[in-house]
């Protein structure tokens, strides 16, 4: 495989510390459970990170209690916690159990006059006290000379040789404020890896957008290991994304990690869902548009060989995601003529022409084009019904109030068997779906991949639109929308139709 990087790199193994638990949790506003912490914990176990910063004991009684919970799951990355370089924190550390005590503090003037207040002889002194405590009681000690970045080249390293003397297994170099260059950033590590002997990790946070590439260069210049949140997330801007620095590092560098990268999009999506931040579509590797592509040429391109207009080097399987065709104003014909064959229809040329069409004239009209629309067009376009309709709904019914469980219930023909099903949820259109999703039971298994309400005219009775996207067991999408001035009528229609879609799609793809 080629790899796009310089060759020294090619097949050195890197390691990666991984800090969502900590420097993520410090993102203002969110604040993890007791077990989405665990349930990180593992996942991030199973990708194969080499060490988990699982808290900040010191913090709160919560926080002491959860670290020493993940550091007793017996897991296989090095548990590590955070600690400043006071005794109660370090003993705070090493109560819970931790494989490794990460302390830190100030080195540059600016924090060291304003916060902590200690000249610089005391910093080097607290620095190399706390070292030599960590290993005294057995554990593995990083070093963090905390805004490393904007502090005295000169005095940056007498830190980092004092505390290499007093025993420290490794030492960061964090960009605490973000504010290096790439370039600059390659001169520092390549500094300090000239005058220390044990290994160099970096923590580069993202104010100005650049903290894979600040990584990358810190690696380029001799750091072993980076620190990295799942989804970048972090103080501030945030940290360098996992998902980002591991996948240059393997593809773009040809450098060797423990990742199993094919669990990071899974990884990302359990972040999301426990800190409620959702990446934008075109975030790189794990956004829902990573790899999916509308323009005609494009796919076009992609239909004939992936790699025409996708990096080739990093595939969607390759981090657990799908490629995937979007029909919309920008599309061509080869990715209609693609979509259609997927629900088994072969349109003449003048049908497929003219569906192309009219998808661009609702495209014009700025609406996206859903797969329930696709169906429509067509069955429109060849003059037949093509779909088959496996959900016949006949009546569905909502309560709610203040002081009731939102419960809905759904009677239907499915099959050719009439179902009444009732679920309950946080909402009336919660309580519906879950309803509607209870009939399915011998049918599929369907998990709602995306939802959006979007009013489509002003005041409290605008219409609504729903746009639904429904997964199956084997991840594949299905989307549909529907329109109502009742929102939750819009959302059940919206359902039914998509699953009525993908269980016919389902019936096809189980005969390819
Ligand atoms: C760059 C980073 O991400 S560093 C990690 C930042 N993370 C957090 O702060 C999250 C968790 N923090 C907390 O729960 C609290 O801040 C605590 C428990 C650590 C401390 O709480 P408090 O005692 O109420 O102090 P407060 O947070 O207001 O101020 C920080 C104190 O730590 C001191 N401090 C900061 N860094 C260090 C350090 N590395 N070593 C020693 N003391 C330090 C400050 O000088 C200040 O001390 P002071 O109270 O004697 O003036
Ligand atoms: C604790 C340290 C490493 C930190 O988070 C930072 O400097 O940004
Ligand atoms: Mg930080």
Known sequence: MAFYSDE???????????????????????????????????QLDKLGVDVLEAGFP?????????????????????????????????????????????????????????????????????????????????????????????????YLIEVFKAVEGAGCDIINVPDTVGVMSPSGMYRLISQVHSNVNIPIDVHCHNDF??????????????????????????????????????????????????????????TSK???????????????????????HESGIHTHGVLEKADTFEPGIMTPEMVGHRRRIVLGKHAGKHAVKQSLSEIGIQPTEEQLDE?????????????RICDADLHAVASAVLGKNLGH??????????MTSNLTTPTAVVRAIVGDQEVTASNFGVGPIDASLKAVGSMLNGYTRIKIRDF???????????????????????GRVVTAHSASADIVTASVDALVTAINLLLEKKKLWSMQ
């Open 389 to 398: 309709e496996t959900i016949k709904l006949k009546e569905f019914s909502v």
């Open 209 to 266: 957008g650049i903290a894979v590439a600040n990584s990358l260069m810190a690696v380029e210049a001799g750091a072993s290991q980076v620190q990295v949140t799942v989804n970048g997330i972090g103080e501030r801007a945030g940290n360098a994304n996992l998902a980002q620095v591991v996948m240059c590092l393997q593809s773009i560098y040809g450098v060797k990690t423990n990742i199993n990268t094919e669990y990071l999009l899974e």
């Open 355 to 367: 569906i192309l069409s009219r998808i661009k004239t609702i495209a014009n009209r700025g609406k």
């Open 8 to 42: 020294p790199l090619i097949g050195k193994h890197k390691t990666i510390f991984d800090t969502t638990l900590r420097d993520g949790e410090q993102t203002p506003g969110v604040s993890l459970t007791n077990e989405q912490k665990l349930k990180i914990a593992r």
């Open 58 to 154: 010191i913090s709160s009684e919560g926080e002491k209690q959860n670290v020493r919970a993940i550091a007793s799951e017996g897991l296989s990355l090095d548990v590590c916690g955070l600690a400043r370089v006071l005794q109660k924190d370090l003993d705070a550390c090493i109560d819970c159990g931790v494989d490794m005590v990460h302390t830190f503090v100030s080195t540059s003037d600016i924090q060291r006059i304003h916060t902590i207040k200690k000249t610089r002889e005391e910093v080097v002194s607290m620095a190399v006290n706390a070292v030599e405590y960590i290993k005294d009681h057995g554990a593995k000690c990083m070093f963090s000379a905390m805004d490393a970045t904007r502090t005295d080249l000169d």
């Open 452 to 474: 959006r309400i979007e009013a489509i005219t002003g005041g409290s009775d605008a219409l609504a639109e729903v746009t639904i996207g429904v997964e199956d067991e084997e």
């Open 270 to 292: 359990m972040v999301e869902n426990f800190t409620g931040i959702h990446m934008p579509p075109n975030t790189p590797i794990v956004g829902d548009n990573a790899f999916a």
